[in-house]
């Protein structure tokens, strides 16, 4: 069964450092997300792309995050000077089908996550 | 603005028991709306959606939901629980991206 993975599963980093997250959506899918969740807290929306654009980010991904497909494959998220506050666990997630630019409501599948640590 | 609410932050039931865990939800038109479960140190793993039509979804593992639109709910049912139930269970409402709940814990004791 196809499936999203993610990588590393776990990142430790020092304050201020560039850190980016890796995520290989399933193949067939044209919806891509970040998500996070704080320790404890509720998963929360980051950014979605579609059709090699951001369709929406929350107000949460600020200047010092960005999104990338590089290759057709791979979907990645980077932060550019990591903080404190950065710390969760983020994860990936894609789903399918073409609704001609509509929101997509099908269920979206999620990757295992990866843990960010910064110190 | 969208959001839904989970009322239980942790729910207990005995194996073999029903098991209701609870959503809310406000949106401004439609609702769709899902329930996704996490178990330790995994991803989020589908269980059902509510886009439109019956009112009582059914999903994996035996689980189901009823859409109740007069009363914004969308609470997850299982006739009966089982221990591999245990995990933490999210309702969340969707318009391209999701919006989660605060999550609630189940517990199934043998």
């Known amino acids: 069964e196809p499936e999203v993975t993610q990588t590393p599963s776990h990142q430790v980093t020092q304050m201020g450092q560039e850190v980016i997250l890796r995520c290989v959506p399933i193949?067939?899918?044209?919806?891509f997300y970040w998500y996070r969740q704080i320790l404890g807290q509720k998963v929360e929306f980051l950014v979605s792309f579609y059709n090699n654009e951001i369709s929406e980010k929350s107000e949460i991904f600020d200047d010092q995050f960005s999104v990338e497909r590089p290759d057709g494959s791979n979907f990645t998220l980077k932060i550019r000077s990591t903080k404190l506050e950065d710390s969760a666990m983020y994860f990936c997630?894609?789903?399918?089908?073409?609704?001609?630019?509509?929101?997509?409501?099908?269920?979206?599948?999620f990757g295992p996550g990866t843990r960010l640590t910064v110190l | 603005a969208q959001s839904v609410a989970q009322p239980e932050d942790q729910v207990n039931v005995a194996e073999g028991n029903p098991l209701t865990v609870k959503c809310t939800y406000s949106v401004s038109g439609n609702p769709y709306l899902f329930w996704y479960v996490q178990y330790p140190n995994r991803g989020l793993q589908f269980l059902l959606k509510?886009?439109?039509?019956?009112?009582l979804v059914k999903g994996s593992y035996g689980f189901e939901a009823e859409f109740n639109k007069s009363q914004t709910s969308f609470h997850l049912k299982k006739p009966s629980a089982l221990v591999s139930d245990s995990a933490l269970y999210f309702c969340a409402v969707s318009g391209g991206k999701l919006i989660f709940g605060q999550g609630t814990e189940l517990s199934v004791k043998p």
């Open positions: 509510y886009i439109t039509g019956d009112n």
């Open positions: 193949s067939n899918h044209l919806y």
């Open positions: 997630a894609s789903s399918g089908g073409k609704t001609g630019g509509f929101p997509n409501y099908n269920e979206q599948f």
